[in-house]
Nanobody
């Protein structure tokens, strides 16, 4: 059974940085496309970033492009989301996702439990 466990969320001020981590178990991590999505209160879940199984290709939502960076360490079975220059509108629960298809907005069947990111102004 696939398990995704996120960590690294918290409360920061606008302009600060956070790094989210997502550790995967239960399947071959190196063959999985990974992604991050977020959901703000009262809103639907939206795509943030994704990365191919090899790490050679990445995709970003326009709202985070240039500020966020997705990466992966296949040896540690972990995907990261480095978030810089955070804004109050980045406040949301961030979810890790794993699947077979990579691309902008693509998501697989496996989700983590989410980690809260709150950015104060």
């Amino acid at each position: 059974q696939v398990q995704l466990v996120e960590s690294g969320g918290g409360l920061v001020q606008a302009g600060e940085s956070l790094r989210l981590s997502c550790a995967m178990s239960g399947r071959t991590f190196s063959s999985a496309a990974m992604g991050w999505f977020r959901q703000a209160p009262g809103e639907g879940r939206e795509f943030v970033a994704s990365i191919s199984w090899s790490g050679s290709s990445t995709w970003y939502a326009d709202s985070v492009k240039g500020r966020f960076s997705i990466s992966r360490d296949n040896a540690k079975k972990t995907v990261y989301l480095q978030m810089n220059s955070l804004k109050p509108e980045d406040t949301a629960v961030y979810y890790c996702n794993a699947g077979s298809l990579a691309g902008w907005g693509a998501h697989g069947d496996y989700w983590g439990q989410g980690t809260q990111v709150t950015v104060s102004s």
